[in-house]
């Protein structure tokens, strides 16, 4: 083959693994982190092809423990919502009365691979702001098999479990 159908089959190639993009799978469930910004996490539930639950477990702006939860739609390789803020019950009372419930922002959530994503989010609370996170796998779901197809696509294909 000459260099210049090698050249248009690459970029073909390229283009068609972009077009066959992984979607997310309920393989994406799990526990998510950062490595450099060990201390909170994220933990995802892919319900069906549509829905996924996300858990934020992060601090207050004034260093307190605090989660944040979204339920999430999905659109291909990447999940979107608002995420809600939960307060004011306290621990053995659980009187649903005391509950304080928060739109706290949005994020979005773009899966680069089975091992990999970036989360960006934007509060409208104070002292949160906007920004992004680089996410990789902490832990797997036993018996979740995850096909990375774009890798597949260029000759690196994987089955991560």
Not at 55 to 72: C, Q, R, S
Not at 75 to 81: N, P, R, V
Request: charged share 20%; proline share 2%.
């Amino acid at each position: 083959m000459n260099m210049i159908v090698k050249t248009i089959l690459g970029v073909l190639l390229m283009f068609t693994a972009n077009i066959w993009a992984m979607g997310i799978q309920d393989s994406h469930s799990g526990s998510w982190y950062n490595k450099d910004q060990s201390g909170h996490g994220f933990s995802f539930e892919v319900l069906d092809a549509s829905k996924m639950v996300v858990y934020w477990f992060v601090y207050t702006p004034d260093g307190e423990p605090t989660f944040l939860v979204a339920l999430a739609d999905i659109d291909g390789d990447t999940a979107y919502g608002n995420l809600r803020q939960y307060s004011g019950m306290r621990f053995g009372e659980f009187d649903p009365a005391t509950l304080h419930r928060e739109v706290w922002g949005e994020i979005s959530i773009e899966f680069l691979g089975c091992n990999s994503a970036v989360l960006i989010w934007s509060s409208n609370v104070e002292g949160y702001g906007d920004g992004q996170v680089e996410l990789e796998r902490l832990t797997h779901i036993a018996g979740q098999e995850c096909v990375d197809v774009a890798a597949e696509m260029t000759g690196e294909w994987q089955v991560e479990f």
